[in-house]
């Protein structure tokens, strides 16, 4: 089994920062790309910000030049660093990563972190 869980979510203030951090764990063979979604209410869930196991990186229009996301040294992990937070970044925030294990590769989905932006 594989199991991606989150943390770093909370309230903070426009213009304020957080960090959310992201591990897998489990029968891990490799990581491939990982990456963090978000869905607010109302919405599609959608993309943040991904990068590869090369360090490849894109990132949603939105949040260009505020967030920034990154691999930990032991690789099964991910960050997202949120910077200059706005209203509308409000809404609950999935990790996501392509994980080969000994027999398949499949996309795992964390649970999810509550970010809310207040103005």
């Known amino acids: 089994q594989v199991q991606l869980v989150e943390s770093g979510g909370g309230l903070v203030q426009a213009g304020g920062s957080l960090r959310l951090s992201c591990v897998a764990s489990?029968?891990?063979?490799?990581?491939?790309?990982m990456g963090w979604y978000r869905q607010a209410p109302g919405k599609q869930r959608e993309l943040v910000a991904r990068?590869?196991?090369?360090?490849?990186?894109n990132y949603a229009d939105s949040v260009k030049g505020r967030f920034t996301i990154a691999r930990g040294n032991a690789k099964n992990t991910v960050y997202l660093q949120m910077n200059s937070l706005k209203p509308e970044d409000t809404a609950v925030y999935y990790c996501?990563?392509?994980?080969?294990?000994?027999?398949?590769?499949?996309?795992?989905w964390g649970q999810g972190t509550q970010v809310t932006v207040s103005s």
């Open positions: 489990g029968s891990i063979f490799s990581t491939s790309a």
């Open positions: 990068i590869t196991s090369d360090g490849r990186t």
């Open positions: 996501a990563a392509d994980v080969a294990t000994l027999t398949s590769v499949n996309a795992y």
